[in-house]
C-alpha cells in the first residue's frame, strides 16, 4: 500500500468509530488517507480524530472553508487509487445507486472516476431489507466492489448480517484491489506456524514459531492473484482474507494434510516449523508431580519437506523450504536444498532478536537450486513476502524450477 492514495468515506452509523482504526491501518501500510464525512457522522467521530490520524484535513459539507467548491471533483479523480465508504449506510448506497448527490460524500462518488469499495454496516433488518440489496445488486452491476458485512451481535442488541468488516479484512481487501496480479491462475500451499507434540491431555512439545512470515507469505500470493491454501500449526494469527485455511495440530496431521492436496498446487512453500520429535507415547491422563526427573522417549517425525522432494517428479511444482538456524546457516541450508530436491531455500538466523521467531521483521538468505545466493536487508515480513514471491515468479518465467 505505500504510496496509494487512498480516500475514505464514513457516514453516520454506529461503526463509524472503527473507521478510525481503518485509518491508522491505512497510514501505518504506507498510504496517504483522506477522509470525507457526513455530517451524520461527525456526530458517532469528530473530524477532528481523522486529522489527526490521517494528517490532512477532513471534509464534511460542500461548502464548509474557503476555496473548496471543487474539492468534490479533486478528491475522486486527482490520481486518486481508491475510494472507500466504511461504514456504508443504507442511505449512502441508495443514493449512490440512484444518482443522488445532496452532499459532499455523495457528491464526489458520483464525479469520482476512481474504483469504489462499499462496506456495508447496518442492522440485520434493514440489510436484508429488499430495497437495500436491490440497491446493492445494482452498485455490483455497475463495477463498484461490495464487501460483505459480518454476522453476530450488532450495537442494537440483535443478532445477523449487518456489521462492518474488521478494519484488518478492508485492508486486505484494497490491497488485493491494488496489487498487480501477477500470480493470477496459480495455485499456492503454505505451511505455517508451529506444530504441537502432546506429552499428556495438558502437556506438549513444540517451538517458538508465531506463523507470522508463513501467513505473510499466503496474504502476499492471495493478494497477488494466486488461489491460496494455508495449512496452518496452531497460532493467534487471522486468516488472511480470501485464502483457504486448514488447521492442523501435529506434524503428523500436517504430512497428511500437505500430502492429500499437494498435487494441485503450482507453487509449494513449506515455512512451518515443523517439530522433529514427539513423544513415543502419549500418556491418557495427566502425569503427575512424583520422581525428581522425567524422561520423555521421543521419536522422529515424518519429514514432509523431504517427502515432497522426493516424489516431485510425480507431482511437478515449484518447491520452497525455510531453515530456522542459530549456526553455520549457510553450510546448513545448502545440504537441506540439495538433500530435499528444493528448487529454493530461505535460510534465517533465528538467533537475532529482530527476525526469525516472534519479531514483525525478518533478514533472509534465499539460495537457489542453481547456487545463487541473495541476501535481503532487515525487512517487514509482509516485504519479505513479496521478496519470495518476486524470485518464484522468475523462476516459473526461467523455467529454473526443476519438474515445472
Known sequence: MKGKKIVIGVTGGIAAYKAAELV???????AHVRVAMTLNATWFVTPLTFETLSGSGVISQMFDREGASVDHIRWGQDDVDLIIIAPATANIIAKISNGIADDFLSTMVMAATAPLLVCPS???????NPAVQDNIRKLRERGIFIMEPGQ?????????????????????????????????????????????????????????STGKMGYALARAARRRGAQVTLISGPTSLRTPAGVEACPVKTAEEMMQAVMDRRSSFDIIIKAAAVSDYRPGKTADHKIKKGADSLTLDLVKNPDILAELGRTKK?????????????????????????????DMIVVNDVSRTDAGFEADTNMVRMIFSDGRIEDSPLMTKDEVADLILDRLKALRENNAGSGC
Do not use: W
Not at 447496518?122 to 436484508?128: A, E, F, G, H, K
Not at 451481535?153 to 488485493?176: F, K, M, N, Q, W
Open 152 to 208: 453476530g451481535e450488532l450495537a442494537c442488541h440483535t443478532e445477523g448480517p449487518g456489521r462492518l468488516p474488521e478494519p484488518e479484512d478492508i485492508v486486505e481487501y484494497a490491497s488485493l484491489l491494488l496489487a498487480e496480479q501477477d500470480f493470477s491462475g496459480l495455485s499456492v500451499l503454505v505451511t505455517a506456524g508451529p506444530t504441537v507434540e502432546p506429552i499428556d491431555p495438558v502437556r506438549y512439545i513444540t517451538n517458538r
Open 122 to 128: 447496518m442492522n440485520s433488518r434493514m440489510y436484508i
Open 24 to 30: 491508522r491501518l491505512f497510514v501505518k501500510s504506507g
Open 314 to 342: 510425480e507431482h511437478p511444482c515449484i518447491l520452497v523450504g525455510f531453515a530456522a538456524e542459530t549456526r553455520d546457516l549457510l553450510e546448513n541450508a545448502r545440504e537441506k536444498l540439495k538433500s530435499k530436491n528444493l
